[in-house]
């Protein structure tokens, strides 16, 4: 059983990591053609693709129990977190290229920390409070930040291969991060039952 698991886990590591490595090149290659419906389009799948992989993988429910024992519809969970993930990619980009990259990055930095937050307290059942503290998904959410502004940066420096490796390792690593401490800590909650 172990070996299924740690297949299982490498395929999420590897659909989620790639999945929105994809999704996010291409929705800057589309947006910055002006094409902005195929920008939104092709990073709404990306962001079904990844978050599909996480649902299946930690087998998270059609209806949500939080702490408090309410439930909520995860569909409407998925909808929540993928248009604030957009609208947060959106309002990143054109801070960086209106105003600065560094307003671009905080503003980035706060909405994904508040998204990685939230997703976190929905698998682990936990509450907002203690995932917003979490060095773990604070690390998260700088490690994205970097590779969200560098992604952005680069290519408006005529240097969209560098945007796409810095973007690419930011996922590795974050994904990494994510899937072996979401591994452990959903373990760890299993046996406390």
């Avoid at 395929?11 to 002006?34: H, S």
């Avoid at 990143?92 to 508040?114: K, R, T």
């Avoid at 690390?139 to 969200?148: D, F, N, P, Q, R």
């Amino acid at each position: 059983m172990k070996n299924t698991s740690r297949i299982a886990g490498i395929v999420t590591f590897i659909v989620t990591t790639f999945g929105e490595f994809l999704a996010v090149y291409f929705w800057l290659f589309f947006f910055n053609r002006d094409q902005i419906v195929w920008a939104i389009v092709v990073l709404l799948t990306g962001f079904v693709i990844e978050r599909g992989a996480v649902v299946v993988h930690f087998r998270i429910p059609a209806q949500v129990t939080d702490k408090n024992g309410k439930k909520s519809s995860l569909i409407l969970i998925l909808l929540f977190v993928t248009t604030s993930e957009i609208l947060t990619w959106i309002m990143m980009l054109q801070l960086s290229q209106h105003l600065s990259y560094v307003y671009g990055a905080v503003i980035f930095a706060v909405f994904i920390h508040l998204i990685h937050s939230y997703e976190s307290k929905v698998i682990l059942v936990g509450e907002m409070k203690t995932s917003l503290l979490n060095p773990g998904t604070i690390i998260l959410s700088l490690v994205e930040t970097i590779g969200a502004v560098g992604l952005v940066y680069c290519t408006a420096h005529q240097k969209p291969m560098l945007g796409a490796g810095v973007l690419l390792g930011s996922l590795l690593i974050e994904h990494t991060l994510q899937v072996v401490g979401l591994t452990a800590e959903t373990k760890g909650h299993a046996a406390a039952k």
